[in-house]
């Protein structure tokens, strides 16, 4: 089995920066991309960000020049720095990472979510 956890959500203010972290552990061997989706109250998840094994990155035009993805390979850990938050990033936001365990077994697994509000 493999498993995320995430933390560091919350409360900020406009204008304000948070960092989202997410772990995996367990059985997987191979990792191939990571990523931070988000789904605000009455909309569908949407992808944030994304970076692969090779360090390529896609964005969201909504996030672009405001949040940073990064991964440490080391510690199977991926990072998004969000700055310059601003209310419409309000939501849940969800680690996802794919790849193959050490039985080359793929596997695509989902965080349990971190909320993320911005409000004055």
């Known amino acids: 089995q493999v498993q995320l956890v995430e933390s560091g959500g919350g409360l900020v203010q406009p204008g304000g920066s948070l960092r989202l972290s997410c772990a995996a552990s367990g059985s997987i061997f191979s990792i191939n991309a990571m990523g931070w989706y988000r789904q605000a109250p009455g909309k569908q998840r949407e992808l944030v960000a994304a970076?692969?094994?090779?360090?390529?990155?896609d964005y969201a035009d909504s996030v672009k020049g405001r949040f940073t993805i990064s991964r440490d390979n080391a510690k199977n850990t991926v990072y998004l720095q969000m700055n310059s938050l601003k209310p419409e990033d309000t939501a849940v936001y969800y680690c996802n990472v794919n790849g193959y365990t050490r039985r080359w077994s793929y596997v695509d697994v989902w965080g349990q979510g971190t909320q993320v509000t911005v409000s004055s």
């Open positions: 970076i692969t094994s090779l360090d390529s990155t």
